[in-house]
């Protein structure tokens, strides 16, 4: 058992795995070495899951060998990689909302008897004071008794963190950390990343934002179609050597078209919304074939808007379609207007996950393929084939679960859905959120080609790059109203993010208006809507 | 929603890329002809081994024993699939058929006895369905409720005793027979037709299944969830007034102490079926299998001569083996339509062997081998 001397070393070789005969891994090699932080990049179904899965042993491979230092080991389940020292922090919050964070961190600490306990039971000043070591370490300020759910999204990234290194590990994994954080957030998840490393621990993270792949990893293995296509450093890397690494030499980022497809008609004008109790009333429009981007940080009123539009929400506020006051409070409102909804949370909000594609595409508009309140399963499935070419939705069949589709598919069915149902304005949400960049350029057409034959877009999106590849006009919100509107092309990323983290843009201090007094017409395309505030009594309020 | 319709699809111009669309997945073939597989073998043991199973008294016997528990099955398997719960049906359906028995005994009058107990029924199930969807209170609580409401009228109104004098021409629709068969398994297999219709067939049937299957997906779809909750719920309460009136036939008399537990039995019959407690997933179809496996089971206990409290044993326990079954079968099932990848799905040899064999030996009643078989 001689043991070569070094940096501590784990990860796989030869690594094959299928599922009922498919494929998803085909003789990877990883390794991960103690004290770097590793990249791992891919698209949607390229076995990046099943990778991470594999070395934290939620699924044993059906060929290749784990290596630990060298030396051969197997792990049937994961509490065996915790002990070994390989420890998972998964994509999607797995988290007691009502339990305090020290709580939270005895909740998965395996040896607890040891650490804090008196007679069996749990020793709770003995366990604060280690849990207070343990943040402060990661450098997270955090109060231990602080309930979880009250805790802001990098918090509870921190939360997770902090108890998967309660085991102390020496390998910590982690699936899409960033994913759902904006990018303030994202960014203090990367700088606890940073510290973990220079305490020596190996980090391992798959993200599909490639500027912090490329800022925060010192090596990149990148798998494409089950296969290890590259493992490098990432210095010299640029991003879009990763991007054309992950996909191959299909097509990347869509392009956006040279005309714009904006009609003048108004398909939706609103009047006196206000997106929070504090917030002031603005107008807005929007036009036949135009995407209106909507972005700000989390609270400041941008997502909640959008839910408004959709009738997620009820509007806080007068609607017209055509010409004529509408209702707008629920999502059947919305729909009798024409206007689907599609939310960001696409499993636990937008599919019937257990039930067919077919069923899916259909359900927003059972009426259409139904005589006299009869379906016909015929049309349903005659439709929901024309949508599966049209849109290339890629499923195993008809009938197959929507569970079954990945993350890009998935999105396809409900923009199918919609269209299906013939609606002429769509509110999204983060339509590309856990999509890989191939099925993001497709999902980004088929808003483009549902904008060019007339319909209009509300999209919520707090990916600058996404906003600014689709849009025709930039709402940007910031606590809790609407700050302005921008033409896209008067925008670039950075001044984008700037606006939307809140910086003072001293050229959009026009057209403030008295208490109550709202703006009579609606702004002309692609001039802004007046701002409702000064920047300064806004910051001074909160 | 617009009430334009899709007109029919031109020829399939990329017909050569997907031949036919493509319905059911594997696997899923598995899983729904797993109960029905079990009653079968059960069947032909039973046949084997007892003279008296296939005798056409037996036989009738036994479906007229199953018509009760399967019209309230029937009606609950909506209501599950919902993702909502009904217990009121059973002390519901004594309380109905008291009030059907007295409007009849009163008024001398076998239709205006009927129309009682369907308006009765129809009654209990808005009063179900408003309870649950105006004022939010869990179905559990709420139909738990109305069950002991139920009860404590079907009681107070016959101070224990049974309604009894039933108008002759009542007594003689319940001797009627069609075919061999007594016209209550006729109405019972009309009422099965007609769900199965409902379910399958109706923009009803799918929207019950959406509402389960996920009730905001439902609702941002512009799907009502009040009104699709408040609807299965009516119809477990018509379910619930035939139920009364199939008892009436079978017993000619308003019983205020029947059908006690009748509701669960249903919930029971339902979830061995096949049918998800979670909602979303189910069928009248399955229903129907674990009801007939419930009956069949049942008259074999009773042939076999064993006694009633043993006999309460010998359910009870298939009803928590069946439900396990229930877990492992859908396990299976999803382990092999949704490997992380979107590919094709193929069965993995050796894995469904498992779970069949478990069942006959767990129940005692069923060679392994042959309820191995028809799961391939």
């Known amino acids: ?542 | 929603m617009t009430a334009m319709r899709e007109r029919p699809a031109r020829s399939d111009p990329t017909g050569e890329r997907t031949p036919r669309p493509q319905v059911r997945v594997r696997g899923a073939l598995f899983d729904r002809l797993f109960v029905p597989a079990v009653l079968v073998t059960l069947v032909v043991y039973l046949s084997a081994t007892n003279d008296a199973f296939f005798s056409r008294i037996n036989v009738t016997n036994v479906l007229m024993q199953a018509s009760i528990l399967a019209i309230v099955a029937f009606g609950a398997t909506f209501v599950i699939m919902a993702g909502q719960l009904d217990l009121s049906m059973g002390t519901g359906s004594a309380l109905i058929s008291v009030i059907g028995a007295t409007v009849m005994v009163d008024t001398g009058s076998v239709l205006l006895g009927l129309g009682a107990c369907l308006l009765a029924g129809l009654l209990l199930g808005l009063v179900n369905g408003v309870v649950v969807t105006a004022l939010h209170v869990p179905s559990f609580i709420a139909t738990l409720g109305t069950m002991i409401i139920c009860g404590g009228i079907a009681l107070a109104m016959t101070n224990g005793g049974v309604v009894s004098g039933l108008p002759a021409g009542f007594r003689e629709i319940a001797t009627l027979r069609l075919l061999g068969l007594p016209v209550l398994v006729w109405g019972t297999a009309a009422i099965f037709l007609l769900l199965w219709w409902l379910q399958r067939q109706t923009v009803f049937g799918y929207q019950v299944l959406a509402v389960g299957g996920n009730a905001e997906a439902a609702r941002l779809s512009g799907i009502s969830l009040g009104r699709v909750r408040l609807l299965v719920f009516v119809l477990a309460g018509v379910a619930t007034a035939l139920a009364a009136i199939a008892l009436l036939v079978r017993v000619q008399s308003g019983q205020p102490n029947a059908n006690g537990t009748l509701a669960l039995e249903a919930i029971a019959a339902v979830v061995v079926g096949g049918t998800s407690l979670n909602g979303g997933r189910g069928s009248v179809v399955r229903t129907l299998w674990g009801v007939l496996l419930i009956a069949v089971l049942r008259n074999g206990l009773d042939l076999s001569g064993i006694s009633e409290d043993y006999k309460q044993v010998v359910l009870g326990t298939v009803f928590i083996l069946a439900a396990s079954v229930d877990f492992l079968r859908r396990r299976l099932v999803r382990r092999r339509v949704t490997p992380s990848s979107a590919g094709p799905t193929l069965s993995s040899p050796g894995a469904p062997d498992t779970t069949p064999g478990q069942v006959p030996a767990a129940t005692g009643t069923v060679p392994p081998s042959s309820a191995a078989a028809p799961a391939r």
């Open chain 1, 1 to 542: 058992m001689t043991a070569t001397t070094g940096a501590p070393r784990f990860g796989v070789r030869a690594a094959v795995h299928d599922y009922s005969g498919v494929v998803v891994l085909r003789e990877v090699d990883f390794e991960l070495r103690g004290g770097e932080i590793h990249a791992l990049l891919g698209e949607n179904g390229s076995g990046k899951s099943t990778l991470i899965k594999v070395l934290t042993g939620a699924v044993r491979p059906t060929g290749g060998t784990l290596l630990l230092d060298g030396e051969p080991v197997h792990f049937a389940t994961p509490q065996q990689a915790q002990a070994a020292g390989v420890a998972v922090v998964h994509q999607n919050y797995n988290l007691f909302p009502d339990l305090s964070v020290e709580k939270t961190l005895l909740a998965s600490a395996a040896d607890v008897p040891r650490r804090a306990s008196r007679l069996g039971a749990v020793d709770h000043r003995s366990w604060r004071r280690q849990v207070q070591e343990l943040l402060h370490r990661l450098g997270v300020d955090l109060d231990p008794r602080a309930l979880v759910g009250a805790l802001g999204p990098a918090e509870r990234k921190f939360v997770e963190i902090a108890r998967a290194m309660v085991t102390e590990p020496r390998f910590l994994i982690l699936d899409e950390p960033t994913a759902s954080l904006e990018p303030a957030a994202a960014d203090r998840v990367l700088a606890l990343m940073r510290t973990l490393r220079g305490h020596g621990v190996g980090l391992a993270f798959v993200s599909h934002r490639l500027d912090e792949v490329a800022a925060t990893a010192d090596r990149v293995t990148v798998l494409r179609d089950g296969q290890r296509v590259a493992e490098r450093a990432s210095a010299g890397l640029t991003t879009a050597e990763m991007a054309r690494l992950m996909v191959g030499d299909r097509p990347q980022e869509s392009v956006r078209p040279d005309t714009s497809t904006v009609r003048s008609e108004v398909l939706l004008r609103m009047h006196d919304v206000r997106c929070s109790d504090d917030g002031d009333a603005f107008d807005i429009d929007v036009h036949a074939g135009e995407i209106l981007a909507v972005t700000g940080l989390v609270g400041s009123g941008a997502a909640t808007f959008v839910s408004m539009v959709g009738g997620d929400v009820p509007l806080r506020g007068r609607a017209e379609v055509d010409g004529h006051e509408v209702r707008l409070r629920t999502a059947r409102d919305a729909q009798a207007q024409g206007i689907g909804f599609i939310p960001e949370d696409r499993k636990a909000r937008g599919l019937v996950l257990e039930h067919s594609c077919a069923v899916n595409i259909s359900l927003a508009s059972l009426g259409r393929v139904s005589t006299a309140g009869r379906v016909s399963r015929r049309r349903l499935l005659r439709r929901a084939e024309e949508y599966r070419n049209r849109l290339d939705i890629r499923m195993p069949s008809l009938g197959a679960p929507a569970s079954a589709l990945s993350g890009g598919n998935q999105q396809k069915v409900l923009v199918a859905k919609w269209l299906a149902s013939g609606v002429r304005l769509i509110a999204v949400e983060e339509p590309t959120q856990g999509v890989d960049i191939g099925g993001r350029a497709q999902i980004h057409d088929l808003l483009r080609e549902f904008t060019a034959a007339g319909g209009a877009v509300v999209l919520f999106s707090t990916d600058v790059r996404e906003v600014l590849a689709l849009a025709d006009r930039v709402a940007v919100f910031r606590h809790g109203c609407l700050s302005r509107v921008h033409a896209f092309d008067d925008l670039d990323q950075a001044r984008l993010t700037a606006l939307t983290a809140g910086e003072d843009d001293s050229s959009a201090a026009l057209g403030l208006r008295a208490d109550g007094a709202v703006p009579s017409s609606a702004a002309p395309l692609s001039t802004p809507i007046p701002s409702s505030r000064p920047t300064v009594r806004m910051e001074s309020s909160r």
